[in-house]
């Protein structure tokens, strides 16, 4: 096989480590991370050009962007309560830098691997395909609307994926995503507390993800807005899978519920999910 020159903006993160580990072996990787998550001392398994830089820096990304064959951009504050933190900053990395990095990828005619989010469906009732109308309730997802619609509008080689929720081992952890949580304290044998419980989220294991980002950047499938998607469950439903230690809170923190379809990612990129919550539990042990 040629190698295969890739840029992972966000590659030290929680999916962009796990990425990295995952990738095939004629993959040139250069990683483009700010670290400002206290993930500066993540350990990957195979040798990276690592890019300590955060990517409002145009001139250090326009010659990574130049010199790579596709680029897989996972950079981005993530969630609507750290977007609330620091707004300006969050718009500024979510949409401005992102529009930044898609002009040069158009000058240099490269290929784009975005990752979105299903978060961007907001409150729907139905099961949201490709095609189901965005109902975004927070700026986080309205910063990947805006991100999406640029991208659509400005290139002709890229994959968008709307992520479902994240779950399971990365060698840069994340315990406040809510399988994590749950196990995490399930180990520790304290209680946990679901707030409602009756919304619908769509999940899927990290490594799954991974393995979907490294078949978007490797076939020829472009121009296509895809949700990666493993397994659809009402909150309270993945909480009685890991443990019975629960106490049910009836008012809801967050009122998005969103049930998501993903035929088309097993169609166009010939995937499937292999992880599941049992194998993400035994991961913790």
């Not at 483009?32 to 993540?42: L, P, T, W, Y």
């Not at 718009?91 to 000058?107: C, P, R």
């Not at 679901?194 to 294991?205: A, C, D, E, K, S």
Request: glycine content about 6%.
């Amino acid at each position: 096989m040629s190698e295969k020159n890739v840029l992972i903006t966000g590659g030290a993160g929680y999916i962009g480590s796990l990425l990295v580990n995952l990738a095939p072996d004629n993959w040139k990787i250069t990683v483009m991370d700010n670290c400002i998550m206290g993930n500066s001392e993540v350990q990957f398994q195979k040798k990276v050009n690592f890019v300590k830089e955060d990517i409002r820096n145009k001139s250090i990304i326009d010659d990574l962007i130049k010199k790579s064959d596709v680029v897989i951009h996972l950079a981005g504050i993530v969630g609507e309560a750290s977007f609330k933190k620091n707004p300006k900053a969050a718009w500024e990395i979510n949409q401005d830098a992102t529009e930044k990095i898609v002009d040069l990828i158009k000058k240099y005619n490269k290929k784009l691997v975005f990752m979105s989010t299903c978060s961007v469906y907001g409150f729907n009732t139905g099961i949201c395909t490709e095609e189901t109308s965005p109902n975004p309730v927070d700026d986080y997802s309205r910063s990947k609307i805006k991100s999406e619609q640029y991208i659509q509008e400005n290139l002709e080689n890229y994959i968008i994926f709307r992520l479902g929720t994240v779950y399971g081992w990365s060698p840069r952890m994340r315990f406040d995503i809510i399988i994590n949580r749950i196990i995490e304290k399930t180990l520790w044998k304290e209680q946990i507390e679901i707030f409602g419980g009756t919304q619908w989220r769509p999940f899927i294991h990290v490594k799954d993800a991974g393995k979907a980002l490294i078949l978007a950047a490797e076939k020829s499938t472009k121009n296509e807005i895809i949700n990666i998607v493993g397994e659809n469950h009402q909150l309270l439903d993945v909480a009685k899978q890991i443990t019975d230690n629960l106490k049910i809170i009836s008012e809801k923190e967050d009122n998005r519920s969103y049930h998501v379809d993903n035929k088309k990612i097993k169609e166009k990129l010939n995937w499937k999910p292999e992880m599941n919550i049992e194998k993400a539990i035994q991961e913790f042990k």
